[in-house]
C-alpha cells in the first residue's frame, strides 16, 4: 500500500510559480509511475503530467505544456511539480497519484493510490 502526501500549495499572482511536492512511502518509489491531476471547483479530474518509472519519460497536458515540469526524487521518495508562469484557470486542488503503469498515463482510473490533495490559488 502506498501513501502519498502533497504539499506546497498556496496562493500566487498570475504570472507566479510554485512548486508543489508528493512524498511517497509505504511502496517501492522507483517502481510506479507518478501522476499529477487537478480539479477546479464544478469540474472533473483533468490530467496534468506524469513520469513513467525510470524517470525517463515525462508527459505533459496542453495546457500546461511549457510551463509545468515534473521531475522525481528517488532518495528522497519525492515526485514535484514546478509550475511556472501560473494563470487563473490553473487554480484547483492538485493530486498526485501513483500507479503500476507503462502506458495510458492521462487515464485517472488507472492510478490505484491518490494523496489528499492541495490547493492552488492564482488571482489574477
Known amino acids: 500500500q502506498v501513501q502519498l502526501v502533497e504539499s506546497g500549495g498556496g496562493l500566487v499572482q498570475a504570472g507566479g510559480s510554485l512548486r508543489l511536492s508528493c512524498a511517497a512511502s509505504g511502496g517501492t518509489f522507483s517502481s510506479y509511475a507518478m501522476g499529477w491531476f487537478r480539479q477546479a471547483p464544478g469540474k472533473e479530474h483533468e490530467f496534468v503530467g506524469a513520469?513513467?518509472?525510470?524517470?525517463?519519460?515525462?508527459y505533459y497536458a496542453e495546457s500546461v505544456k511549457g510551463r509545468f515540469t515534473i521531475s522525481r526524487d528517488i532518495a528522497k521518495n519525492t515526485v514535484y511539480l514546478q509550475m511556472n508562469s501560473l494563470k487563473p484557470e490553473d487554480t484547483a486542488i492538485y493530486y498526485c497519484a501513483a500507479a503500476n503503469l507503462d502506458s495510458g498515463f492521462a487515464r485517472r482510473n488507472e492510478y490505484p493510490y491518490w494523496g489528499q490533495g492541495t490547493q492552488v490559488t492564482v488571482s489574477s
Open positions: 513520469i513513467n518509472r525510470s524517470s525517463k519519460w515525462t
